[in-house]
């Protein structure tokens, strides 16, 4: 049985491994609901660990949430809610990327002595001065954005897609039916390489993805119940065997605080992949389906085995939390996180301070919902221009008990004017620092900019 020790503050500080799986929802895993997809191994870590059931991102789209993750802020403080042509993601050859002067969590953990490694998908920028060897890690091996953003798209700009190791293309187009499994190699590598430091190991791997035809290696190919999507899901289920096998051998594994969730929802397809059950709405925009996770986490004697927790966490309380367990430095800069370790480790009252201010449903750059203890309330944004003279329409207001009511069926605005008070206050305050539409934020710091982006592949 694993005790409840508190490690003594002289030993090492713990490895920290972090799985962010692609376009994957709450109800693609086991251990989440899935009867459809065998996936023992993260199963495994929700039984040795705890399952987070308000784990939130801060973003239904890759970019902003990957860039609110790396700085523990919101997407529009950093100014990566949008992609520098107005898009909700990044494109290849992207004048915006994550700004070098950000400070992310693998920079902050570099500084407390943590070899630092990310393998997998970046999506942050893909010129020299945006990529993540710029960013504070040591390692990179992967894509620098989606695996759905081929040549063929725009045959006349955009490169094949790259496979890179730290600043190099080594391979383009790259075979994507073995990213997971390589990514999977490399990783356990560096983990080897590195055993003698404490590590922060980020593997953002690519699948399920951006296409219809989620990609696999062959040992897995047409073996799940539901098809190519099925297929992804069960191999980054080995994935996660593959690197907790590689901790245990090299005795890592009780030292190491192992994360595993993904970066928005599951995309509704027709016929569908994916699920977000038993939430309502599909990725990429603001829905409980969009932004909340499955998310669970394992860390011998400190995470709770067996627990099931239902306070409101998010991707930027990561950094936070992390500088806290390696007693490393905050960056200089505001961020939004805050350290959740009383939630991690149930300690005390372990309430979420999201409670109080509220957490915040960006889409792009517009507000769109805020979540306080049990409720989230859907603000009333007006109909209004979108690209292309598209109108976007207007939104009525709703309040659901999210808690309690987690499909969203009864929505009870009227009964409660003073939840919606409240909650439409804490909204108003996160304008004046985030700003919403056409009304900028104090608070915003700008993105990088490169006005002359070339292709990683000539
Ligand atoms: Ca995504």
């Not at 798209?153 to 073995?178: H, Y």
């Not at 304008?431 to 990683?456: F, H, I, K």
């Amino acid at each position: 049985m694993l005790g409840f020790v508190r490690v003594p503050a002289q030993e090492r500080p713990p490895n920290i491994v972090m799985f962010f799986v692609d376009n994957l929802g709450n109800g693609d895993v086991g251990c989440f609901g899935s009867k459809l997809h065998r996936t023992p191994h993260i199963d495994r870590l929700a039984k040795e660990g705890t399952r987070f059931t308000s784990f939130y991102v801060a973003s239904g789209v890759c970019t902003p949430s990957r860039a609110a993750l790396m700085t523990g802020c919101y997407p529009p403080r950093v100014s990566m809610h949008v992609s520098g042509s107005g898009g909700a993601v990044l494109r290849p050859l992207d004048t915006k990327g994550l700004n070098p002067e950000e400070m992310t969590i693998a920079e902050v953990l570099r500084t407390a002595g943590y070899a630092t490694g990310i393998f997998g998908k970046w999506h942050l920028g893909d010129q020299p001065e945006f990529l993540p060897t710029r960013q504070g890690f040591d390692y990179f091996f992967g894509i620098p954005y989606s695996d759905d953003q081929t040549k063929d798209k725009q045959p006349e700009t955009w490169p094949e897609l790259p496979l890179m190791r730290q600043e190099k293309v080594i391979e383009a187009p790259v075979d994507r039916d073995f990213l997971v499994k390589r990514c999977t190699e490399e990783a356990i590598g560096f983990i080897e390489r590195n055993r003698a430091r404490p590590m922060f190991v980020y593997i953002p791997h690519t699948m399920p993805g951006s296409t219809k035809n989620p990609f696999s290696s062959p040992e897995f190919r047409g073996k799940s119940a539901n098809g190519e999507y099925g297929d992804a899901v069960e191999e980054l289920d080995w994935s996660t065997g593959q690197i907790m096998a590689a901790l245990e051998r090299l005795r890592l594994a009780d030292n190491t605080l192992v994360i595993w969730t993904s970066d928005n929802g599951a995309v509704r397809r027709t016929p569908q992949q994916g699920s977000c059950a038993p939430y309502r709405g599909w990725g990429y925009d603001t829905s409980e389906g969009a932004m909340r996770m499955p998310c669970v986490m394992r860390f011998p004697g400190r995470v709770r085995a067996g627990r099931v927790c239902d306070e409101v966490i998010s991707t930027i309380d990561m950094l936070p939390t992390f500088a806290s367990l390696a007693a490393a430095k905050l960056p200089p800069k505001p961020i939004d996180g805050h350290d959740v370790r009383p939630i991690l480790f149930d300690q005390g009252a372990g309430k979420s301070p999201w409670d109080d201010v509220g957490y915040m449903f960006y889409r792009m750059d517009q507000l769109q919902a805020v979540r306080a203890g049990p409720w989230k309330l859907y603000l009333s944004p007006p109909e209004r221009q979108g690209a292309n003279d598209r109108r976007i329409a207007a939104v009525p207001l709703a309040l659901y008990d999210v808690r309690n009511d987690v499909g969203e069926t009864r929505e009870v605005a009227a009964e409660q004017p003073e939840v919606v008070r409240n909650l439409s206050q804490l909204a108003e305050a996160a304008r004046v620092e985030l700003g919403d539409l056409d009304r900028p934020g104090r608070s915003q710091r700008p993105a990088g900019y490169n006005p002359n982006p070339q292709p990683l592949v000539p």
